[in-house]
């Protein structure tokens, strides 16, 4: 079977993080034996010099992955009423969400040409049920809606005994936060990760809060954390790193903390989950759908107090999470697991058009 992913995200040279989610679910159904290539374009004239080259080195696909709704499903919607190609839509812009609003603010013409995109597509794979309802509210629907996950890489699931001795010395009794994001702050809240630590550290300092990424505000977080005045030693700045080295990170952490303004389903959760680190993160979009008490706490977006409060908690408690049981929890987002689900849709596709 020979699949066509059109996607605007995709990682590149310059930013190895964007759309990262898009490739691994490339890389999830080429592991299903399925042809797949991948048409990343920004403009019109990269889409459609893209899409001449490629039908005339592969031909024409026999389904059409369109990842995001933007000028790309024009070219699956032609596809479709020309060849007869099905397409089926991932949709994992959290545009739609109330908390963003960035979709009602475009123009009626363009909402009119999602929603039309979005309905004649054979399904809608959203990646929470969040998002979903959230589409469904701004009228972009389609008969067949699933929910489909993000994909954590296998490395993710290999299971430590016992945490990796940190590169940075650290007292034995001293826990460890661990913070990743692209530090969107509108997104992401990580000013207010530090106001919430900032309290927490003026209670006890037995922990440390590690930060991995950089992104469009990482300067003035970096600044921000300058004026809070944290005692030495209880943050550490890792800058962007590599996924395995994420990992490594999060082998020695104790606690994954993300407190997120608005979300749809954070990939960092789903590979906390997949390494058997209990999560506190907020009630934001989809994470209520991937935490459950057994793996972490979820407290309001925007509130401070309530997030010290479990971090707190989780100083004196993480040891009582049981890491076996967040790991069966983190399996539905495996390459197995996603990459099988993707397989079987297309199939599904290719015979009920």
């Not at 990842?67 to 060849?83: C, D, S």
């Not at 209990?278 to 107090?305: F, H, K, Q």
Request: charged share 25%.
């Amino acid at each position: 079977m020979k699949v066509l992913f059109l996607t605007p995200w995709y990682p590149t040279e310059q930013d190895a993080m964007a759309g990262l989610f898009v490739q691994k679910h490339a890389q999830a159904v080429r592991a299903q034996g399925v042809d797949v290539r991948v048409l990343h374009s920004q403009t019109w004239s990269e889409l459609l010099r893209g899409w001449r080259r490629l039908r005339r080195e592969w031909g024409l696909p026999d389904v059409v992955q369109l990842n995001v709704i933007q000028k790309q499903g024009l070219l699956a919607l032609h596809l479709k009423q020309r060849y007869k190609i099905p397409y089926i839509i991932v949709e994992h812009w959290s545009g739609y969400l109330p908390e963003n609003g960035q979709y009602m603010r475009m123009s009626a013409y363009k909402r009119r040409l999602y929603a039309r995109i979005a309905r004649h597509a054979s399904a809608l794979l959203c990646v929470s049920n969040r998002l979903a309802e959230a589409m469904r509210q701004c009228g972009v629907t389609n008969a067949d809606t699933r929910k489909i996950n993000n994909v954590v890489e296998d490395f993710f699931y290999d299971k430590v005994e016992s945490k990796v001795e940190s590169q940075k010395s650290k007292v034995e009794s001293q826990k460890v936060f661990l913070h990743v994001s692209c530090f969107d702050e509108r997104a992401k809240n990580v000013k207010g990760l530090l106001r919430a630590a900032k309290a927490l550290a003026d209670q006890r300092q037995d922990w440390q809060l590690v930060l991995v990424g950089t992104g469009v505000d990482y300067k003035e977080v970096r600044a921000y954390a300058d004026e809070l005045k944290f005692p030495e030693g209880l943050l550490r700045w890792t800058g962007e790193l590599a996924p395995r080295q994420v990992a490594e990170e999060l082998a020695q952490a104790d606690v994954f903390v993300l407190p997120s303004n608005y979300e749809n389903a954070p990939v960092v959760i789903s590979e906390s989950l997949a390494e058997g680190v209990p999560v506190i993160s907020t009630r934001a979009g989809g994470i209520p759908e991937m935490i459950s008490s057994e793996c972490g706490i979820l407290v309001p977006p925007r509130d401070d107090r309530a997030l010290t409060e479990a971090m707190a908690t989780m100083l004196d408690h993480c040891h009582e999470y049981d890491r076996d049981t967040i790991r069966q929890a983190g399996q539905q987002y495996s390459y197995q697991a996603v990459g099988s689900q993707l397989a079987n849709i297309y199939r599904e596709v290719c015979t009920t058009l």
